[in-house]
């Protein structure tokens, strides 16, 4: 189960292990998607990319369960679509 941040770890653990199921809430694309929708599109290329959770979930196979509110100040919803 990853909420936030702690969905791209969760992400990867679930792509890479073999798990009973995933649980994402408020997750995002991946952290340079979110940077670039606080900061604008310059800032997303002073972080390092850790986990790209787009890329991930492909390979995920386990039941996965994922939740996000429509009014989401800090990740868009259209990241969890």
């Given at each position: 189960m990853g909420r936030s941040i702690g969905t791209g770890p969760a992400t990867w653990l679930?792509?890479?292990?073999?798990?009973?199921?995933?649980?994402?809430?408020?997750?995002?694309?991946?952290?340079?998607?979110?940077?670039k929708h606080i900061a604008g599109s310059f800032a997303q290329h002073l972080i390092k990319e850790r986990?790209?959770?787009v890329d991930n979930i492909a390979?995920?196979?386990?039941?996965?369960?994922?939740?996000?509110?429509?009014?989401d100040a800090l990740i868009p919803y259209s990241h969890s679509e």
């Open positions: 679930a792509a890479n292990k073999t798990i009973g199921a995933l649980v994402l809430v408020s997750g995002f694309t991946s952290l340079r998607g979110v940077v986990f790209v959770n390979r995920v196979v386990c039941p996965t369960f994922i939740l996000h509110g429509k009014m």
